[in-house]
């Protein structure tokens, strides 16, 4: 909360914009690993220290907020988030993230489609599995017909499937003519019709091409849903990502609304963004254009380029659909190293999505073809995303050629897809994170939200520490998780190090961003099933408060309201928080001991104010009477 009777001390000149104290500061920085108050000036850190130490640096300007003796960790940064593609959808979009059941998913869904205006869909994209629920399945054709007789409804599950209602094959245009593409399986009923059910086969392309046909949002609709979407990453205690382009992303068109959010000064969040060619045989063509236009690291802290990916060239892209067979992939080499070379020749680093270790194993062959030119090591930044099913003997090559890597949790959501297909004992190691780690490979956390995982970052660091899935599931053994620090240093330290800004954020040190969350439960403490359940109670992002909630309710920027007024979003929110479970046995008794007590103290609060009687009421239960 604010303090107020502080004197001001500092000349107006010197005094800072903000000042947290009375925290538990995790800084990051080994030279000061703890603190309890920080200060902040034009957008930096001028003092981390103690409340004494920040007292001289308060002006009559200055916002002094208590941390209530609660959790202070660097802000968190996404390695891998679709955050631009997301935040023009997200006001569209109703979440299914962190729903407990199928029941009350429908429910919102039935809700929310009566208020749908005709010629909408109601969508409901990726951020959940069905593992998640109660029931443990999929909605059916019939429950969303039921539920949305006449309004368009398509619901994705992970990059597996697609639900469609009677009325959203018919916007779609499907119909017992329309032939199956390539890579995917409209399925059919008994009589040739479309069932409602489309299948990755293994290519996503027929579940998003889908999509695609749906209304889109349109001018300052575009910002507004893109700066609540911000606002809910840094809920999360988010303060930057790195963009990782993907599919039905085009450059320059769809990142303009970034563009001038970021002119406006209106962004609350930093975004590195990567450039992907949309149009397989035109890549090599999109790639010369780019890279004559720009250079990786143009821009500022809050909105630079990064560089090429996570593809380069369509052909070389395996599916994670794990619910079908890995894909074989023809021969793509020799467009892949025109490509991987012109980046290389012109300074560019790049990203590449690759889930399997065959993919990555012809990958390295073509930059160890280039590496005997002198291209690799060369300075650029570069990266695999995923890996999965990464082995040894890549990492050691991946490790020669000084690469990185980025993993998400992608197998909070697929782990039980991944272990029916190819068991316990590769999910064990899927990926092989601590391995990673031991070669002294910079290792970024990430969520790929929103297709597949939900942009709760909270979720991907329980996945980090604890190997289970939203269905519980233990994936990966203690021998391929990571301890707290580490897991919070993939999703601060390492993505700074991935846009080359590791002396600038992703620690709490002088001179640095100031950039922090302030949290509602302390991470280094709370029971491991609880760290899904964090949520930050202030974020700041510059010196700038960005999200407020609880004591600190009202402290952030206003926001224009939810456009269009029928969306999901105004209506349910984004990521549907949940109670913690986490409680141990013991604590669960000493809580319910406390309730009994209260209740005693209650009662007896009442009897001196005439409103029960002096003494309890005897127990009685007919079923013990003698």
Known sequence: MPVGGLVPRAADNAAADLVVRNAKIHTGDPVRPQAEAIAVRDGVITVVGDDNDVASHVGPDTKVVDALGRRVLPGLNDAHLHVIRGGLNYVLELRWDGVPTLRQGLAMLREQAARTPKGQWVRVVGGWSAEQFAERRLPTVAELNAAAP???????????????????????GFTRDTPDPKGGQIVRGRDGEPTGMLLAAPSALILYSTLAKAPVLEGEDRKTSTRHFLRELNRFGLTSAIDAAGGFQNFPDNYSTVVELAKAGQL???????????????????????VEMARPEDGDEWLRLNGAGENLTWAAADFENFGEPRPHLADYE????????????NGWGFRLHATYDETIRRDLAVFEKLAAEGLFPAGNRWLFDHAETVSADSLDRIAALRGAMSVQNRLSFQGEAFVRRYGPGAAADAPPIRAMLERGLTVGGGTDATRVSTYNPWVALHWLITGRTVGDLVVRPPHNRVDRRTALAMFTEAGA??????GVKGVLRPGFLGDLTVLSE????????????????????????VYAAGEYEGLDEELPPVSPGWSPVAHFGGYQATPSSGLSGARQAELLGQAVSESEQHRQWRARRGLAPETASTFFDPCFSL
Do not use: C
Request: charged share 25%.
């Open 497 to 502: 190090a991935l846009t080359g800004e590791e």
């Open 150 to 172: 006449d309004t368009p409804v398509f619901v994705l599950h992970l990059y597996q499937s697609a639900v469609l209602n009677r009325a959203a094959l018919k916007a779609a």
């Open 522 to 545: 302390d991470y280094f403490t709370v029971p491991e099933p609880d760290i899904a359940h964090i949520e930050a109670l202030l974020t700041v992002v510059g010196g700038r408060i």
């Open 268 to 290: 609350s969040l930093r975004i590195a963004y990567h450039l992907f060619p949309q149009t397989a045989g035109q890549e090599i063509d999109d790639l010369t254009r780019w």
């Open 334 to 345: 020799a467009e892949f190293e025109k490509a991987v070379r012109l980046l290389m020749e």
